[in-house]
Structure formats: C-alpha cells, structure tokens
C-alpha cells in the first residue's frame, strides 16, 4: 500500500562561505538554519514558529587523519521533498506517513575531502547526518564527534547515565544545566511551551551516541573502541559512508512528541523480501521462576526447563490463546556462564519431543540464547545455531549478553561500540535468513532499525519487571512504568515483561513489584512491545482468571495508537485499535498517587455501539496494602461517551471496546 508522492528538485548553487541557508518543515514552523563560519566551520541552529529552539552550535568530525572540524567550503547545496505513506509490518501503526524536506550541504574540505551533511526537517522534529560519497580518500578513523545542540531555556531533562549497566537504571530528572553526567541517548526533555526528545537513527555500523553538557550545550561522546590509547579511537569507517541520523523531535504536546515516527522513517525501507513469517506473539515462560529463586537455569532438583514443565507451559498457552513459550536453561553451559552450548539440551530436556508437540498444539516455542557476554564464539557458530532452531520450528529467539563489557571479535568492546553494534546487526541479519525473529536483552539502545529488519521485533535495554523480583533496593517505585513510555520506549519496543500476578517473594522480602493487579494489566497496552510477555506463572493466572482473561484478549499488534494523556513519571493512558479491526483496548497507569482518569471515547466510529469491557482498581486498592482488590465491569459505549477510571496509587486500568454487531 503506497500513497507516493515524492518529489526533488536537486538544486546546485555555489554560495559564499558565510551565506546560511534554510530548510523549513512542510508546516513552515520549524526551520534548521546551517552556515558556515568565517574559517569554514559548519554550524547549525533551529526555530520553531520564528523561536530559537537551538541556538548556532556546531557540526563537524575529528579523525586521525584530518581535523573535519573546520576548513570547509561549500561545493554545492541539493534540494528535495517526500510525501510518502508506507505500511509497517507491525507496529503501533499500520501506515506511517514520511513527510519532511530535505537540504544537502555539499562540503569541500581543505585536504580535498568531500563530506556531505543531510539535513531533514519534518513537522514534529529534525535531523541530519554526515555522508562521506565515494571519493579518492578509502578510509578515516574517526575520534571525536563534534555535534552540539544549544538548547534555548533550561528544559526538565530526563536521562540515565551512559555507564548504566544494559541501560538498567531509573531514569533521572533534573534541569538540563544541572547534568554532570554524561548520558545515555534517548534525552527526552520538557520546555514550558513543549517537549524534546532526541536520539539517532539508523545506527548499523558506528558506536551509539551518549551526550553531555558543557559550555552550556549539549555535545556528543560517541561510545570508544576499547584498547585504542588515550585518544580513543571512535569509528573506522570505509568510504562511501554514512553515519546514524542525529535526530530530535519537538513538539508542543506529549501526544505528539509520542506519535512522532521520525525515527523510523530516517531507517531504511525493509530489506526482508518475504516477511509473511515474522509474526507478533503474546509468550508466556519458564523464566519468573528463575527470577524469584524458586526454579534454576541449571539442572538440578529445581530445575525451570524440564520436557515436563514445558509441556505443561505449552498446554496452558493452547488453552488460554497465547501464542508462544520462552524457555531458559534448557542447554548445557549455565553452571558457570563461561561456554555455553547452544545445540546441546540438558538430558532432562528432550527437544524433538517438545518441538513437535509445540507444532500439534499450534504454540511457538521462543528459545533462549544467553551467551554470558561471549559475543565471539556465538557469532562463530551463529548458522549452526540458527539452523538448529530453524529445524526444530523456532522462530523465535530470546538472546542475552550478560557482562557490562563483552567479548567480540574484536576482543573486550563496549556492546554500544562500532564492534557490539556490528555483532548484533550480523545477528539480526543471519535470524532474517533463517526465518528467526529476535529479543535482544542486553542490546545497544533501540534506534529503528525494525524497519530495516522486521525481524528485530523487541530488546530489553530497561530496567526490567525483574528487578522486581530480585534486586536489593526493594523494586522500581512506582513510577518508573510512567516515564517508560516517554524515555525509552521512544527508542523502539520494549521487553518489559508486564503481567505479575503475585507481587511478594518469599526468598528475597524486601523486595516486591510495586503495582495493583490492574497495574499489571495497563502496562499490557502502555508499554509497546510486538513480542509481549506475561511473565508469571500459570498457577498465579489462574488465582485470578478473569483479570487474567484481560491478557487473553489484549493484541500485540496495532492499527493506530493514541497517547490520550499523560505526564511524564505521573500517569499515562494509551489507547490502541487492534490491527486490522474496530476493536480498541485502553490502558491506563499511575505512579504512587491515585487519580481520576477521563478518557473521551472520540476515537470510536460515531453512530456504532460498543460493548466495553472494564477492569479496574477496587475501591480499596492500593499498591501495598490492597493490590489484588478489582471490579470488572461490562457496559454498552459510543464514542459520545467519556470514560471516567479511578486509578489506585501504583494502579490502574484496562478496557476492551469491541463492536457490537
Ligand atoms: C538477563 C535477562 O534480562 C533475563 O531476562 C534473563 O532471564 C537472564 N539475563 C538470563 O539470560
């Protein structure tokens, strides 16, 4: 389905070298000025509706070989526009539209390098990239990035410090000026009159993108190659080259900031040919168990990944509608983490049997590949291991990477470096070829790439529901799950794991998950992720069968999705139609204050009547003291309706509104 209206005017002028020259967004209200200086620097600077967003700050690279800070000439500039509708695999959209014009700054560099910045202007957002064309120069090993961005104001800034283990942290707020750290990518930051959120694009051979601030603007740290001296080396490139998009939304409001897909429309169409296999899947697992210590990864007496209990895992997903089973330690190697075997099953795990039975029964069976951060002997083996799945019908595989630094070909990297960044693309690129899709946990951040390779359907890169499980500090409060949305979902899908049933743990205490029930059952809806997990275990489901006939009901896959309002570690709500139908399901969760929330149903077709579906907090309920007390109810709706929810402090919601026929 293609609505294309692309159209380009390339335009070649020669202008002198401190002539600026713009790029406006179809809308007119954003406009990206580039210039360069008086010494051939390039530099940038932002309005929106005649406003300063970003005041001039600069562009430019430091390699070994040359200083591409300044030194430039402008060679030539090209223009063009697209207006583009094109239809994503899955997504919380079924049709995004590419509408954004476009400025090439043809540069000349003294040395005679050619270097090209690709400017984009959307309506919610900008970005730009630096493009090497093919040239005499083969070859340049890139040590600094000198990108900046000087913010106008002083904005809420929301962020996780670069060094956060898999990016496993709560995400701290604190004006902008008062950073110190230097920070992961995503920023997501809140002006008095909007809000911002920057991250880069496209990221397939280059280390990630960190930010920092000093001299009162925001400068990039890309992430070094480990064991190149004090000067670390950043990038070795081969020319023709392009580097990631350095892109920021802006917005007025958080709905749009949250609906913005510039992100993924800076990434390449999709390279997969046939991907009427790449399916999303609501799972369930043999893996909460391990979490809260009453199941092990490695055999024994506790053992989680028996045939036995995997039958029974894959039996409880037929009769309940889930789609598929994740199963951890179901092969040699967890005892010391050190080699493990990914085509050797424990004794006590018979996978032709299982694989078959997944097959009668019609339920996919999600492997697991934990490499313990060996990323060098997996990616050796990678086609044995893919075809061994392959074969026996997986097409789906959880991976792992736990150890802050791993080991890659090129010996002990950063996984965001160049290197990491390379090893997990080669990953996604050999599951595509054998029909696998991919869970990435300990990823590098998200950047779109799921356009490209559809393939890529989650990551974790959070700090994840189990934290709740086990981690000393007591659990996430309750708002972590409400600035999830806005930060690091705005990177790409998460494998949060939603769907606790039980929320204390004997074995650690002090630690719980700080949600009611229908917390638990919001987060299905408001945090995105087109393999969905619900985490617990069946014999927990089914203490609660009709909250639990919620995650039953509930998609993973979208027609259209709605933030309907929310406030950044306060609240969300999201609204979200099934793919494909008339149906909508609605989630809504709250941080530790309980609230009211008021949810027009306006995005329902009018005239049609609805049969809405509601389960929410009990009067009583509260995250600590009563987080199993709910009511569902059932009543008819339009979309002249407003839905009107008490939300429990750490609670929340969730609705189905189907049509009547
Ligand atoms: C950390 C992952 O986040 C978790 O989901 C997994 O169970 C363990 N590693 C073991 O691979």
């Not at 892109?247 to 958080?254: N, S």
């Not at 709910?630 to 189907?658: K, P, Q, S």
Request: include cysteine; glycine fraction near 8%; charge should be negative.
């Amino acid at each position: 389905m293609k609505r294309f209206i692309a159209y380009f005017f390339p335009l070649f002028v020669l202008v002198s070298c401190t002539t600026s020259t713009t790029v406006k967004s179809p809308d007119g209200r954003l406009s990206v000025c580039f210039r360069l200086t008086e010494n051939g620097q390039p530099v940038y600077s932002v309005h929106a509706a005649d406003r300063p967003v970003i005041e001039e700050s600069p562009l430019g690279l430091m390699t070994q070989e040359l200083d591409l800070s300044n030194g430039f000439d402008l060679s030539g500039l090209a223009r063009q526009s697209c207006d583009t509708v094109w239809e994503t695999v899955w997504g919380e959209e079924r049709l995004i539209r590419d509408h954004h014009n476009e400025l090439t700054v043809r540069l000349q560099h003294k040395s005679g390098v050619k270097m090209h910045i690709v400017i984009r202007c959307f309506d919610d957002g900008f970005a730009f990239r630096y493009a090497f064309p093919k040239q005499e120069k083969k070859q340049l090993t890139i040590t600094n990035e000198l990108t900046a961005y000087r913010f106008a104001g002083d904005p809420e800034t929301w962020s996780i410090p670069w060094r956060t283990e898999y990016y496993e942290g709560l995400w701290n707020k604190m004006p902008l000026s008062a950073k110190t750290d230097t920070l992961c990518s995503p920023l997501t930051m809140e002006f008095a009159d909007g809000y911002a959120c920057m991250h880069e694009a496209a990221l397939t051979d280059y280390p990630a993108q960190n930010l920092y601030v000093s001299d009162g603007a925001l400068r990039t740290y890309l992430t070094p190659w480990l064991g190149t001296g004090e000067r670390e080396v950043k990038a070795y490139i081969s020319l023709p080259f392009a580097t990631p998009w350095r892109m920021v939304i802006l917005t007025k409001t958080l709905p749009e900031m949250v609906a913005s897909r510039i992100m993924l429309n800076l990434n390449e169409p999709c390279a997969i040919a046939d991907h009427s296999w790449i399916k999303p899947m609501k799972f369930m697992g043999i893996w909460w168990g391990m979490h809260i210590k009453t199941m092990t990864w490695e055999a024994g007496p506790k053992h989680g990944a028996t045939t036995a209990n995997m039958e029974r895992y894959l039996r409880f997903a037929k009769q309940h509608g889930i789609d598929a089973v994740l199963a951890e330690g179901w092969n040699l190697g967890w005892e010391d983490w050190q080699h493990f075997d990914f085509t050797t099953p424990y004794p006590d795990w018979d996978m032709t049997y299982l694989s078959r039975l997944a097959q009668k029964l019609g339920v996919e069976i999600v492997g697991h590949n934990e490499t313990g951060g060996n990323a060098a002997d997996y990616e050796r083996e990678l086609d044995t291991i893919y075809r061994y799945h392959a074969t026996h019908g997986i097409h789906a595989i959880k991976t792992g990477y736990v150890s802050p630094i791993i080991r890659t070909l090129d010996g002990l990297q950063w996984n965001k470096g160049q290197s990491g960044v390379r090893h997990y693309r080669k990953v996604i690129e050999t599951a595509a070829r054998y029909q696998i899709a991919i869970d990435n946990h300990e990823p590098v951040m998200p950047t779109g790439l799921q356009r490209t390779y559809p393939n890529l359907m989650t990551q974790e890169g959070v700090r994840g529901q189990e934290w709740n499980a086990w981690s000393r500090d007591g659990g996430s409060p309750c708002e972590h799950v409400t600035v999830l949305p806005f930060t690091r979902v705005m990177a790409g899908p998460v494998d949060y794991t939603p769907g606790v049933f039980c929320f204390e743990n004997p074995v650690i205490p002090e630690t719980r998950v700080h949600s009611t029930l229908m917390n638990q059952l919001g987060l299905m809806v408001c945090i995105y992720s087109p393999l969905q997990m619900a985490c617990d275990l069946p014999e927990n489901y089914m203490r609660y069968p009709d909250a639990f006939r919620f995650i039953e009901r509930v998609p993973c896959d979208w027609e259209r999705s709605l933030l309907v309002d929310g406030r950044i570690g306060d609240y969300c709500i999201f609204a979200r139609q099934k793919r494909g139908a008339e149906d909508w399901y609605i989630g809504g969760i709250t941080d530790e204050q309980p609230r009211e929330a008021v949810v027009p149903l306006t995005m329902l077709t009018p005239g049609q009547r609805y049969r809405l579906t509601l389960w929410r907090d009990g009067d009583e309920a509260d995250w600590l003291t009563r987080p199993y007390a709910y009511n569902i109810e059932e009543r008819e709706v339009t979309a002249a309706d407003t839905l009107t929810v008490r939300m429990a402090a750490g609670g929340g919601f969730a609705a189905e509104i189907v049509p009547v026929q």
